[in-house]
Structure formats: C-alpha cells, structure tokens
C-alpha cells in the first residue's frame, strides 16, 4: 500500500473517535464519597470513547436540590445532555416534549430483551425509549455494625419486636440505637420501611400506589405513624439536618449501632474498604423479608442540536448498560445490576442477597416501588407525604391517628 493511502487509511480509522467526539453534560446527585466513586466509572467510560464529561452534580440527598436545578435549566431552555430522573416523573418530562428518542440505541442493544420488562417502561415515553436504567436500589435494608451490637449483647433483628429489643440493648449499652439524618426524604424513607413492614406489601401498594383512603387512614398506616413516634426514642439529638452519609459513618465508626437506609449507604461501607458480612450487615428491615422496595436509578436524555452532542449522548446511554459499568459502578454504589443476566460472582454478599431477594419478590406482590424515591407516585405526592411525615416526626406531641388523616388529605390535595 502506497505510504499515501497508508495515511488516509490511518486518518479515516481515526475519524470516527474525533468527529464525533462530542461533550456530556450529566446531572445527577452523586456526591458523597461512595457515590463519587460509583459516578466516577461512567465519566472515566464516556471519556474512553473520546467524549468531554461535564459533570453537573447538584449535592443533597434524595436529588430535591438536584431536581430544582434542572427544573430552573430547562425553563430556561438549556437542559443538560443527561439528568438523574426517575419512575413516574420521566413520563412528566416527556409530555413537555424536552427528552430525546433512544430507540435506534435501545434497539442495537437489545434492551427489550436485556432488562425487565416492568422496568423498560417506566424508561419509555409514548412507546419510545427516552431514558436508560442504570441499577436497581433496595430501600427496605437495615444497616448494622455487628462489633456493636455484640458489646451491647443485642442480637440482628427479623421483626420490628426484635428491633426494638436490640434498640433497648445499644441504648442501654451507651450507644446510638440508631443513625438517622432528620431531613424529610431520610424521614420519608424510614416511614416508607414502617409501612412495608405493618400494612405488607399489597396494602403498601393500595396505600403509595393506588393512593386508597381507606387504607391511607386505616389501623395499620396509624400504627405505622406510631412506630415512627417511637424511633425519636431511638435517634440522637443530632439528627436535624444530617446527611445520610453522616449516619452511615456513625455506624461505621463504631457510635451507633444501626440505620435505616437503602443500599446506597453501602457506598459509604465500600469505601471505607469494610466488608460486607464481616465488618458490618445487611438485613431486610424488620417484618420486610420477601418484600423489596425498589429505586431504580435512571438517566434521561433530553433533546441535543449538537450532532456529536448528540452522538456524546447516544454513547452514553450504550455504556450504562454495557456489562463492564454494570459491574464497577454497582460494586461501588451499593445498587445491584439493572441488567437480570449479569454476572453476580464478583458481588459482596449484600448485592447477592438483593439479586435473589429481587428476582423472588418479583414472582409475586413482593416487589414494590419506593414512594420515598419517587418510584411510586408523582413528586407531588411525593413532596406531600414528606411534608406530613416530617411535621408529625418532629413534633413530640404529634397523634398518630390524626397524621393518617392528615395524609390522605394531603395525598387529595394534590392529585
Ligand atoms: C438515589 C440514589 C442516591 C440516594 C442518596 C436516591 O434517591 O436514587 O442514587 O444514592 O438518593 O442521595
């Protein structure tokens, strides 16, 4: 071959890498140190295929800060390539007309055949794929750290009964019971768990799903209510304000003995190089096993001008559901892969349990979306249960009975 052709053949090899290198802007609330990690995976893989990653991270837990933000972006016309947007609230985004079509993507990869099929939906608008699921979160988890509980002579609870007992030993023991960060979403998370736990699984769903008076108002979600009133028994005279990732580190140095979190607070442990099934332990909360709560992560991707953007952007919607970031970025989340046919070999214990638990809940009503994590319902019932949760568990004096009410009526208010 003539040393010209040579050099054609080199540049057009070349040519694909850096035409079509484009830049992604990615929102997303991944900003504890666990999370960093995890987030860091798919910046280090866009950059791989030649692409520039912008990273928009809006820190605060839960993504209510981060959602704001966007909300501000888009009215202004100027949405990111990408942002962390979730369950019901993609379909929001797709009526405005804002998010972009992944089909041609989807298609190439398969992902009708890769992903549950429950899931796929929830990332379509219109019957077209706008969004891309990145992992599935457990919400229904009871972080403990066994050193403590063994100084305390306090035993891993499988019921709220047993929860309480080890809570009464860590307390008597001098220790924080439990690590618990008072901003609403955190508060609405541990509710969420009560729920679960009392009401079952199908009338979580009649209550979170549904929306059911009767069951938002019945004995049970009133007893829910009460067993919140009891955990400030339990909890600091710190919490107010605190990160979640500040709880899980009280855990894990050793001052508190448990806390109620979804799987993202395994980030924290991982980081810390701890390992799971020594060093600290997961359970389902009390009275939840055969149930898992889910919170699916998931990128939307809203319409580019830009053609290598827009190129950026297809490549980044292929590599979340590529097997490499499936694995590196769920080890280090504390998620487990959206993907049902992954290898789980090279998993900590925890991810396996909440695979088995995951495909198990899925045979029957087990599997039920996280209402805390805005899987369940709108973000306006969402932010209404908050509202009400929160008011309730900050006001010692607050009744139970008229907080069910109060959330059935604050649930009609918005619908
Ligand atoms: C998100 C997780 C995140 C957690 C804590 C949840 O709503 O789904 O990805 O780690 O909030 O910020």
New binding site residues.
């Given amino acids: 071959m003539k040393a010209i052709h040579r050099l054609a053949l080199a540049v057009s090899l070349a040519l694909p890498l850096s035409a079509l290198a484009g830049e992604v802007e990615v929102l997303?609330?991944?900003?504890?140190g666990g999370?960093k990690r995890a987030a860091d995976t798919l910046q280090r893989l866009v950059e791989e295929k030649g692409h520039t990653w912008k990273d928009f991270a809006v820190a605060?837990?839960?993504?209510e800060a981060a959602m704001t933000v966007l909300k501000t972006r888009a009215v202004s016309g100027n949405p990111p390539s990408a942002a962390?947007i979730?369950g019901p609230d993609i379909q929001e985004w797709g009526e405005l007309g804002l998010l972009a079509n992944l089909d041609n993507v989807a298609e190439q990869g398969k992902w009708d055949e890769l992903l549950p099929k429950q899931v796929a939906k929830v990332m379509q608008y219109d019957d077209s794929y706008v969004a891309v699921p990145?992992?599935v979160?457990r919400v229904n988890w009871l972080w403990i750290n066994p050193e403590v509980f063994e100084k305390a002579g306090a035993k891993p609870p499988k019921t709220l009964d047993e929860f309480w007992a080890a809570a009464d030993k860590l307390k008597a023991a001098g220790f924080v019971p439990v690590a618990h960060g008072g901003q609403p979403?955190q508060d609405g998370t541990v509710f969420e768990d009560f729920v679960l736990s009392i009401l079952g699984p199908e009338d979580y769903h009649k209550a979170f799903v549904e929306l059911d008076e009767e069951v938002l108002t019945s004995d049970k979600m009133v007893q829910a209510f009460a067993a919140l009133k009891k955990l400030r028994e339990y909890i600091d005279p710190d919490a107010a304000g605190r990160d979640?990732?500040r709880a899980t580190g009280m855990v894990i140095d050793g001052k508190a003995g448990m806390q109620i979190m979804?799987d993202?607070a395994k980030?924290e442990w991982t980081a810390a190089n701890k390992v799971a099934g020594k060093d600290y332990l997961c359970v389902p909360f009390p009275g939840t096993q055969g149930s898992f709560a889910y919170?699916?992560?998931s990128l939307a991707m809203f319409k580019l001008n830009d053609e290598e953007n827009r190129k950026a952007q297809e490549d980044l919607a292929r590599t979340v559901l590529e097997p490499e970031f499936q694995q590196v970025f769920n080890q280090n989340?504390?998620?487990i892969p959206v993907r049902l046919d992954q290898d789980m070999s090279e998993f900590d214990s925890c991810a396996q349990k909440s695979m088995a638990d995951f495909k198990e809940a899925a045979q029957g009503e087990g599997l039920q979306p996280?209402l805390?994590?805005?899987m369940a319902a709108s973000s306006y019932v969402q932010g209404a249960v908050f509202d009400v949760v929160t008011n309730f568990f900050n006001d010692p004096n607050a009744d139970p009975k008229q907080a069910a009410k109060q959330l059935a009526a604050a649930i009609q208010a918005v619908q």
């Avoid at 997303?28 to 504890?32: D, G, L, R």
């Avoid at 605060?60 to 993504?63: E, F, P």
Wanted: aromatic content about 16%.
């Fill in positions: 997303h609330w991944w900003t504890s999370e605060g837990g839960g993504g962390q979730k990145v992992n979160h979403w979640w990732n979804g993202w980030s919170n699916i992560d989340k504390g998620s996280s805390a994590h805005g």
